[in-house]
């Protein structure tokens, strides 16, 4: 399976995470939304943490409202989670692993180690609708588990790459690739975030398999100094650029 067309999904939390530093409701992610749909983007991305540091429970449904794009709600394998996911209905539920204590998600979910605990959420998401995505290290382990699991959608963690250098890049590049590839192969759908910028991203764009990219922080970092609409258009070239 090779996709022509590379999706590009904006992760949008960290408006809300500016905003939740003073109170109040400024600046909106919803306006975010707003942008990012109006310059071309393919979908939003927004995390619900158990903590609520950024995107609050409110949030979800006015960008539902906002935008006609597919949300992506992220979220952890909690019962609470799922009810929420569950009444909001979202496009596609990723779920990620989430410790209180992380700025960020620091890696992918053990799919192959918690099975009989993700299996059920699995199911009931997929009745409901809802495209299931697992955030998981490009790993061979993960790979089959997301298969066991019936999960239609994986998203590769790109943060090992995006922080190697040199010929350990080069190597997290061949294993992002080898396991899209596999993914593909099994009928899911491979996904790719965590670390992506207008410097290392093409190379991981490039990858034919790869159907979705999500990207949030860095953009929203970018959008500080030429607005949000740039960067999201620049990251837009760059990916376009990297497939034939």
Do not use: W
């Amino acid at each position: 399976m090779t996709i022509t067309r590379l999706r590009l999904g904006v992760n949008i939390d960290h408006v809300a995470t500016i905003r939740n530093a003073r109170g109040g409701d400024h600046p909106d992610p919803v306006r975010a939304a707003e942008i990012v749909a109006a310059c071309g983007g393919d979908g939003i991305t927004a995390h619900l943490r158990e903590d609520r540091r950024h995107i609050r429970d409110e949030d979800l449904a006015r960008i539902q409202a906002a935008t006609s794009l597919p949300l992506n709600l992220e979220m952890s394998a909690t019962e609470e989670m799922l009810a929420i996911a569950l009444r909001h209905s979202p496009h596609a539920a990723c779920i990620v692993p989430e410790r209180r204590e992380e700025r960020t998600t620091e890696g992918g979910l053990d799919a192959a180690g918690q099975h009989n605990r993700l299996y059920p959420m699995v199911q009931r998401l997929g009745e409901a609708g809802i495209r299931v995505s697992l955030f998981i290290a490009p790993d061979e382990r993960q790979i089959e588990a997301a298969l066991r699991l019936g999960a239609p959608v994986v998203e590769l963690h790109t943060g090992e790459y995006a922080h190697a250098e040199g010929e350990a890049r080069v190597a997290e590049l061949r294993r992002l690739a080898d396991m899209a590839a596999l993914a593909a192969k099994n009928g899911i759908e491979p996904h790719a975030g965590h670390g992506l910028t207008y410097d290392n991203v093409q190379p991981v764009a490039a990858i034919p398999q790869l159907a979705e990219l999500n990207i949030g922080h860095y953009l929203i970092g970018e959008a500080i100094f030429c607005g949000l609409e740039p960067a999201v258009l620049k990251m837009r070239e760059l990916m376009d650029a990297a497939r034939p």
